[in-house]
C-alpha cells in the first residue's frame, strides 16, 4: 500500500514528507496501544522510508501537557531516552526525526533539546501558529529554530490585548498579524532545503493567555524576561480577527455545522495557499 502511494505521489508531481504522533512516555498524548515508544518510534520511520520521506514529524506533549502534570523538563527527558535508544536505527534510515514545537516548549528549550539529543538525527519541524501558546513572537521561534529545522507547519494568526493578558485565533494565510510574511522570508533565507508546510486551522474560538494572574506562570519561571516583552510588543501590536469565520470548537458538532466547517476549511486553505503564491513565491512548480 505505501509503496503504491510513494508511486503515485511521484506521478504527480507530490514530496510526502511524513507525520507521526506522540514519543514521549510520560506525556498525556502518549497512547499505550502503540506499544513501546521506541516500537512506534521505529514502525514510523519504516513508514517514512517506505513513502520515501526525508523527515518524521513528531511531537512531545501539549499546551495543556505544559501546565499541568510532570514538569516540561521530565518529558524532555523521557523522550531523549527513546530517542537515544533508537539513535543508530533512526541515523542508518537516513530519515530525520523533526520534533515539532507543539505549544510545549519554547524555541530555546527546544533548541536544548535537539542539541542534547544530536542534531546529525533530530531537528525541529518549526511551527508557526503554536509559539503564541508559550508566549513567545513567531519571528523569535525561526531565529532560534531554524538552524535546526528539517520541516515546518506555517499558519498564521491574530494576537491582541485582554483583560487577562493576552489572547490568540488561529486565522487563514494572509489574515493574521504576526508579521509571517516576514517570518517567512526568514525562513525561507534560513532553511532553503527545508520544505514549506501551510497547516491552516480556522473555525476555532480565541484562545486566553492569562498572564496577568499569578498562578499562570509556575509552568514559566524560567522564561526569559526579553524574549517574554518581545511577545508582549507583538500583543499591544496586534488586533482581534474581524473576518467572517464560523467557529464551533473542537468538539463534536451537530451534522450541518460539520459540514459547514469542512466547507470553511477547503475555502480558507484555498485562499491561503493563493496569498502563499502570490506573497511568498512559493508553489510555482507545483501550480
Known amino acids: 500500500y505505501l509503496q503504491a502511494r510513494?508511486?503515485?505521489?511521484?506521478?504527480?508531481?507530490?514530496?510526502?514528507?511524513?507525520?507521526?504522533?506522540?514519543?514521549?512516555p510520560t506525556s498525556s498524548a502518549w497512547n499505550p496501544k502503540n506499544g513501546t515508544?521506541?516500537?512506534?518510534?521505529?514502525?514510523?520511520?519504516?513508514?517514512?522510508?517506505a513513502v520515501g520521506s526525508k523527515n518524521l514529524r513528531v511531537f512531545v506533549s501539549s499546551p495543556d501537557n505544559r501546565r499541568s502534570g510532570p514538569p516540561i523538563e521530565t518529558h524532555a527527558e523521557s523522550t531523549l531516552a527513546v530517542l537515544r535508544k533508537c539513535r543508530g536505527q533512526?541515523?542508518?534510515?537516513?530519515?530525520?526525526?523533526?520534533?515539532?514545537?507543539?505549544?510545549d516548549f519554547t524555541a530555546r528549550e527546544m533548541r536544548a533539546l535537539v542539541e542534547a539529543a544530536g542534531k546529525d538525527y533530530?531537528?525541529?519541524?518549526?511551527?508557526?501558529?503554536?509559539?503564541?501558546?508559550?508566549?513567545?513572537?513567531?519571528?523569535?521561534?525561526?531565529?532560534v529554530l531554524s538552524p535546526y529545522a528539517a520541516s515546518s507547519h506555517f499558519r498564521d494568526s491574530v494576537v491582541f490585548e485582554h483583560p487577562r493578558g493576552a489572547a490568540f485565533q488561529w486565522v487563514a494565510t494572509g489574515d493574521g498579524c504576526v508579521n509571517l510574511d516576514q517570518v517567512c522570508?526568514?525562513?525561507?533565507?534560513?532553511?532553503?532545503a527545508a520544505p514549506?508546510?501551510?497547516?491552516?486551522?480556522?473555525?476555532?474560538?480565541?484562545?486566553?493567555?492569562p498572564y496577568l494572574e499569578e498562578d499562570f506562570w509556575k509552568p514559566y519561571s524560567k522564561l526569559p524576561s526579553a524574549d517574554f516583552a518581545r511577545f508582549v510588543r507583538l500583543v499591544k501590536q496586534g488586533r482581534p480577527f474581524a473576518g467572517a469565520m464560523m467557529i464551533a470548537g473542537t468538539g463534536k458538532q451537530p451534522p450541518a455545522y460539520e459540514a459547514a466547517l469542512i466547507e470553511q476549511q477547503r475555502i480558507d486553505l484555498e485562499r491561503s495557499l493563493a496569498y502563499a503564491r502570490k506573497n511568498y513565491g512559493l508553489g510555482e512548480k507545483a501550480a
Open 37 to 49: 515508544p521506541e516500537e512506534y518510534l521505529l514502525k514510523s520511520i519504516a513508514v517514512a522510508q
Open 6 to 24: 510513494r508511486e503515485q505521489a511521484n506521478r504527480a508531481g507530490i514530496v510526502i514528507d511524513q507525520g507521526t504522533g506522540c514519543i514521549c
Open 185 to 192: 522570508a526568514k525562513f525561507k533565507a534560513a532553511c532553503p
Open 90 to 103: 533512526i541515523t542508518a534510515s537516513g530519515v530525520k526525526v523533526a520534533i515539532e514545537n507543539h505549544g
Open 122 to 143: 533530530v531537528g525541529v519541524c518549526l511551527d508557526t501558529g503554536n509559539p503564541l501558546s508559550v508566549m513567545e513572537d513567531p519571528m523569535l521561534t525561526v531565529e
Open 196 to 209: 514549506v508546510h501551510f497547516e491552516v486551522i480556522t473555525g476555532r474560538p480565541p484562545y486566553i493567555l
